[in-house]
T-cell receptor, first 107, second 112 residues
C-alpha cells in the first residue's frame, strides 16, 4: 500500500498557484518525499523531491512540514499544460505509486 | 539523445503466447525498473535491477521475468500471457541511489 494520502482531484484557474497537499504520517527518517506527474497517456515525469528542507526548482516548490508528516507541492503559475495526475511518493530507492491527485487547470 | 525507449508501442496477444517487452536506455543509468499501470490502481513495480547482472522482485512479479545482461537493456518477458496481464507497461531508469527516475513512453499490451 502507498504510504501517502492525497485528494482525488483538484481544480485550479490558469495563472494561479496550485497547491497540492500530501499526508505521509508514517514516513521513516531516511525516506524522501518525491513528486511525479503523469500527463494523459505519457510516462510519469519527475518534478521534485526533498528530505526535510523545502526545495525549489524550475518546475515547482516543495514545502515539507517540520515533523515531516505532510507536504505541499506548489506550482506557482499553473498553465493548461499542467493538467495531469500528480503523485506524492515516500521512499528511498524503489517507488510505490498511489492513485495521485488529478489536477485540472482551467482557463 | 533518445533517453529511454520501449518497444513495441502496443501489442495484442493471444493468451498463452510468449511476449518480450523491450526497454533500452542510453543514459548509462545503473538502475532500471518495470511497472504496470492499470486503471484505478496507479503504477505497480514488477521487477527492478540495481546494476547489470542483478535483478529483484517488486510488488507484482508473478508471471513475469527479467534479465539484465548489460547496462542499457532490461527486457521484460511474459512466458505465457494471461488476460489479467492486459495493462500499460512502463520502463524506467535512474542512477543507483539517484533521485530521479526517467520513464519511457510505455507499451500498451492487450491479452485476449
Amino acid at each position: 500500500d502507498a504510504k501517502t494520502t492525497q485528494p482525488t482531484s483538484m481544480d485550479c484557474a490558469e495563472g494561479r498557484a496550485a497547491n497540492l497537499p500530501c499526508n505521509h504520517s508514517t514516513i521513516s527518517g531516511n525516506e524522501y518525499v518525491y513528486w511525479y506527474r503523469q500527463i494523459h497517456s505519457q510516462g510519469p515525469q519527475y518534478i521534485i523531491h526533498g528530505l526535510k528542507n523545502n526545495e525549489t526548482n524550475e518546475m515547482a516548490s516543495l514545502i515539507i512540514t517540520e515533523d515531516r508528516k505532510s507536504s505541499t507541492l506548489i506550482l506557482p503559475h499553473a498553465t493548461l499544460r499542467d493538467t495531469a495526475v500528480y503523485y506524492c511518493i515516500v521512499g528511498y530507492s524503489t517507488l510505490t505509486f498511489g492513485k495521485g491527485t488529478m489536477l485540472l487547470v482551467s482557463p | 539523445i533518445a533517453g529511454i525507449t520501449q518497444a513495441p508501442t502496443s501489442q495484442i496477444l493471444a493468451a498463452g503466447r510468449r511476449m518480450t517487452l523491450r526497454c533500452t536506455q542510453d543514459m548509462r543509468h545503473n538502475a532500471m525498473y518495470w511497472y504496470r499501470q492499470d486503471l484505478g490502481l496507479g503504477l505497480r513495480l514488477i521487477h527492478y535491477s540495481n546494476t547489470a547482472g542483478t535483478t529483484g522482485k517488486g510488488e507484482v512479479p508473478d508471471g513475469y521475468s527479467v534479465s539484465r545482461a548489460n547496462t542499457d537493456d532490461f527486457p521484460l518477458t511474459l512466458a505465457s500471457a494471461v488476460p489479467s496481464q492486459t495493462s500499460v507497461y512502463f520502463c524506467a531508469s535512474s542512477d543507483l541511489g539517484g533521485d530521479e527516475q526517467f520513464f519511457g513512453p510505455g507499451t500498451r499490451l492487450t491479452v485476449l
